[in-house]
């Protein structure tokens, strides 16, 4: 079964927390995460309840947290939410197109809800996590935080008015998803969902393990010389974005984690050697000297 989230960044008015939990459960969707709201009490504000309009389950098991990392655990495809385009960033795309393609990828079909989190599990599915990101409502995502994800989703406007609310993006991404998902139509057979278990695919990283790694990697790289830190360019995106487009799985992950602590040990080990001779080197001066004064 695969989960799915809705992450809000930064967002700054209450009325749009509440709306989004409405969009949300109105497509059969529970799982909400504010990073970094503007208000710390706003799951509780009279104004986001108001807006919610019933959907008071969402809000009470939603979570808060102060980095967009702590947000992404078990996730493994991040959908950023991005009216232009970014250098080094993920390809932009059409909800529809993009969700349908992914759906079918992970072996997802039209079929129906199973469980609030409202998924049709498939072969594939269960080892996965999707997330829609939204960036706060003055100035969208930050460049890093869309560095982070798979495809940047484009909602089509008008051009002449491309102003368009929180709540109702979600509410079109919800959608979107929710049709890719089959509905609320009637659930797979029996024999769909036994066939669907007999391939187990492997357990894909989530986003928080691709941070994990990329850090590690950014701290041998920079060890090794490669990494100027005081001009490091554009090279941790596009890493992120290669890590991202080849879909890790936890294997991969602790083999290329086990490539940068070799290259820390190996950096560390010459330098131990470095010292080592450097102290010998001193040494022999030191009983050079010692003997000439014997001979004098």
């Given at each position: 079964m695969i989960h799915t989230r809705f992450i809000l960044?930064?967002?700054?008015?209450a009325g749009n927390v509440g709306a989004t939990a409405r969009a949300m459960k109105v497509?059969?969707?529970?799982?909400?995460?504010?990073?970094?709201?503007?208000?710390?009490n706003v799951l509780r504000k009279e104004e986001t309840i108001q807006r919610s309009s019933g959907a008071l389950d969402v809000l009470s098991q939603a979570r808060i947290v102060q980095h967009l990392d702590d947000a992404l655990d078990g996730m493994t495809h991040l959908c950023a939410t991005a009216m232009t385009p970014r250098d080094f960033g993920p390809p932009t795309q059409e909800p529809k197109a993009?969700?349908?393609?992914?759906?079918?990828?992970?072996?997802?079909?039209?079929?129906g809800l199973e469980g609030l989190?409202?998924?049709?599990?498939l072969s594939g599915a269960e080892q996965r996590g999707i997330a829609f990101l939204f960036g706060s409502e003055r100035y969208g995502m930050a460049n890093e935080d869309v560095y982070k994800c798979q495809v940047a989703l484009r909602i089509s406007t008008n051009p002449e008015f491309g102003s368009l609310n929180l709540a109702a993006a979600v509410q079109l991404i919800a959608y979107e998803w929710r049709s890719c998902l089959g509905g609320f139509g009637p659930s797979k057979s029996p024999a769909d969902v036994n066939r669907a278990k007999d391939t187990q695919p492997p357990q894909l990283a989530d986003a928080s393990?691709?941070?994990?790694?990329?850090l590690h990697w950014q701290q041998a790289l920079?060890?090794?010389g490669f990494l100027d830190p005081d001009a490091p360019k554009k090279l941790m995106p596009r890493l992120n974005q290669l890590f991202n487009k080849a879909q890790m799985t936890m294997?991969?992950?602790h083999i290329f984690r086990g490539i940068a602590?070799?290259?820390?040990q190996l950096v560390q080990r010459q330098g131990s050697s470095l010292v080592e001779k450097e102290k010998s080197t001193l040494d022999d001066a030191v009983q050079t000297q010692a003997l000439k004064k014997d001979r004098l």
């Open positions: 960044i930064e967002p700054s008015h497509m059969g969707f529970s799982d909400l995460v504010l990073v970094r709201p503007r208000w710390e993009h969700l349908e393609s992914f759906a079918k990828d992970i072996g997802l079909c039209r079929g989190g409202g998924m049709s599990a393990q691709i941070s994990g790694l990329l920079v060890h090794i294997e991969e992950i602590k070799t290259m820390l």
